[in-house]
């Protein structure tokens, strides 16, 4: 009677049972031909504790949120873009410009000095014109949306 060497098997934690590696030449065990059971490899539950489950939760809803909110605000871009904006300007009551704050819109500047004396220059700040281009529309006169403003415009 010859032994029969004894095949390899899988440790895992994870499966049910281990596995008996088959090797690929049948073997006779007696005239009648014998098979054994076949074990099938089954998948026993992570055992976790509810400190790992709400990490894992708090992980999963964070990826949906850092997602999600990214889309939207894009969703919301495109379906304004769609719409028709007609809000004036509510700085410049639509007209595009403002009223210069230094010359108080006149264009001049008067400056007492002493002994009553009073110089009258041109305006500086508005080159003597009395307004500015708003700040808020760049002069179109419409009221840009909420998500329009967050764009930064370069003037140089």
Not at 11 to 20: I, M, N, Q, R, V
Not at 62 to 89: H, L, M, W
Request: hydrophobic content about 30%; aromatic content about 6%; overall charge positive.
């Amino acid at each position: 009677m010859s032994i029969a060497p004894s095949l390899p098997r899988l440790h895992s934690p994870f499966l049910g049972c281990t596995l008996k590696l088959s090797s690929s030449v049948s073997r006779h065990r007696s005239a009648i031909n014998h098979r054994s059971p076949v074990s099938y490899p089954t998948i026993k539950a992570i055992d976790w504790d509810q400190n790992t489950v709400v990490a894992v939760s708090v992980g999963v809803v964070s990826i949906a949120v850092g997602i999600g909110i990214p889309v939207f605000y894009e969703t919301q871009i495109d379906n304004a873009a769609k719409r028709e904006n007609t809000q004036p300007c509510f700085p410049c009551n639509g007209s595009g410009a403002q009223r210069c704050r230094f010359c108080l819109g006149t264009g001049n500047v008067t400056v007492e000095l002493g002994g009553g004396e009073k110089e009258v220059s041109k305006c500086i700040n508005c080159e003597g014109i009395g307004s500015l281009t708003c700040t808020t529309c760049q002069g179109s006169g419409i009221q840009p949306r909420y998500l329009d403003r967050r764009e930064f415009k370069d003037d140089d």
